[in-house]
């Protein structure tokens, strides 16, 4: 009997038996928890699309273009120098979404994942628009292709194919940056063939995942709902059906009037299957937590309706950890949900130390490789490479290098001695470092470095500087 209980769990909802794919048609949801949903979702789209073409103090609020190896987060240039905080941020960001889904389950695919949003707020609410409610678009599936099939058909691929340009479009932006985009588009596509072929394969992609693939990317390509299964416990926040007042002794029953269902044992399941028809990704929920489940409680804004209508009390489905429905024991932050907090905030405060430790500008000086020191009298040389990077959105003039320490050495640019460092650019070249034989007192020694623009230190550094002698 438990067994075929649990038979559900070998198969997922959106594929039959025979391995066939069963198209999802998802009820279009109303109620509280979809009309914040859809504020949420506005609020970050709005975000998505204008984060590339904000700019603070000259720098693109977010970029990630991986090919020039240029970052800006929040408003940050990152360079691949700074790649130690990227790391660090990703290992945050890790930790913070395996602590959020211990404690909240995966209300963050239901709410905040791009795909959620583009999927359910964007494509779906344009095909309720044009193919109709659930009915009516299982009617239209099944329909032979007539002139309204066909005139649906095209309309609905057609606004989809263009709504897939205009995300491929962003995307491209956080990618080479907004201003190149926009200059790419002023200057028109056959100059830019190439750019513009890998924007149509961008705009393939996003057409097959949301036209075609949809739910089956929550399902079956990512990670994130394995993940959850390893991370969920008994103590996790989840949709969750309240199978203890829903089944009651006799389990569940149709709804009739003035019948006193509990007198009957009966809970207050009236079997209505509406949580079932509003379901994007094709599952039950009173089976329990699934892996297909993203959390975007449609099915508790449908449940509480038939509950009110009923005349019955809402939470059916509801926001709950299993112990809270099993033993009504309330939600406790656990020892490892502790664990996971401390870790989190260990880790931020090394981030904000590492942001307030980083510099504007950075240089690094180091001994041309392969090439030994050189002696002339008393006087010991060696030849080093230079390269100064600023991270800053303004120039840098008159760069000079000042010898700190040992102070009787000497240093001497190769080249022009007029050095600019452009914003966000580098500065690079050749220069010697000279000293006396008798101030070297071991065959290395460290030489600290300043550079200077006009009379402002704007950064420091070290080198090694080697010679003959041996101690």
């Known amino acids: 009997m438990v067994i075929q209980e649990e038979e559900f769990r070998n198969t997922i909802g959106t594929v039959d038996k025979d391995g066939k794919r069963l198209w999802a048609f998802p009820k279009k949801p109303k109620g509280v928890y979809y009309k914040y949903r859809k504020y ?6 709005i975000f998505l699309f204008a984060a590339p073409f904000v700019k603070i103090d000259g720098n693109q609020f ?14 940050f240039p990152f360079w691949p120098q700074d790649f130690y905080l990227f790391v660090i941020s990703l290992i945050i960001g890790v930790v913070f ?18 795909q959620t949003i583009f999927m359910e707020m964007v494509f779906r609410r344009i095909e309720y628009w044009i193919d109709g409610d659930r009915n009516a678009q299982m009617k239209l599936d099944k329909q032979p292709w007539n002139a309204e099939k066909i005139r649906k058909r095209a309309l609905k691929w057609l606004i989809f ?13 956080y990618l080479i940056g907004s201003d190149q ?3 790419y588009i ?13 924007l149509l394969i961008f705009t393939g992609v996003f057409y097959f995942i949301f036209a075609w693939f949809r739910e089956q990317v929550c399902i079956i390509a990512c990670p994130y709902g394995r993940l959850q299964g390893v991370l969920l416990d008994t103590q996790s926040i989840v949709v969750a059906y309240d199978y203890k007042r829903g089944e009651a002794e006799n389990g569940r029953k149709k709804f009739r009037k003035n019948e006193d269902r509990k007198a009957l044992g009966y809970g207050d399941c009236i079997d209505c299957f509406q949580c079932v028809h509003v379901c994007p990704t094709n599952i039950d929920i009173r089976n329990g937590t699934q892996l297909e489940c993203i959390n975007c409680t449609a099915c508790i804004d449908a449940c509480d309706e038939v509950m009110i209508k009923s005349g019955m009390p809402k939470g059916l489905i509801r926001y709950a950890s299993e112990k809270e429905i099993a033993q009504k024991e309330k939600f406790r932050f656990t020892a490892r949900m502790k664990g996971y907090t401390a870790v989190l905030s260990i880790l931020i405060g090394i981030l904000i ?3 307030f430790l980083r510099s504007d500008v950075q240089a690094n000086i180091l001994r041309l490789p392969g ?14 490479t230079y390269k100064i990077i600023n991270k800053t959105t303004h120039s840098f003039d008159n760069i000079t290098f000042k010898i700190v320490e040992p102070k009787q050495a000497t240093i001497q640019i190769v080249g022009d001695q007029n050095i600019t460092l452009p914003k966000q650019g580098l500065a690079q070249g050749t220069l010697f470092i000279r000293l006396d034989e008798a101030f070297l007192d071991k065959k290395k020694i460290k030489v600290k470095i300043e550079v200077y623009s006009e009379k402002q230190r704007i950064e420091s550094t070290t080198t090694i500087f080697t010679g003959p002698k041996t101690f």
Do not use: D
């Not at 949420?40 to 789209?45: C, G, P, R």
């Not at 194919?161 to 932006?173: C, G, M, P, R, T």
């Open 40 to 45: 949420v979702s506005y609020l970050l789209l």
């Open 371 to 384: 090439q030994l020191y050189q002696k002339e009298g008393e006087i010991i040389s060696n030849v080093y």
């Open 161 to 173: 194919f263009l709504i897939s340009f205009v995300i491929a479009n962003i995307f491209l932006a």
């Open 181 to 183: 985009l926009l200059l």
């Open 353 to 355: 130390g590492m942001l």
């Open 97 to 114: 979404i395996t602590l959020f889904t211990v404690a909240f389950g995966r209300i963050f695919c239901g709410w905040i994942c791009p």
């Open 186 to 198: 002023s200057e028109g596509p056959l100059n830019h063939w190439r750019v513009f072929v890998s």
């Open 62 to 75: 977010l970029m990630f273009n991986i090919l020039e190896r240029r970052f800006n987060i929040f408003g």
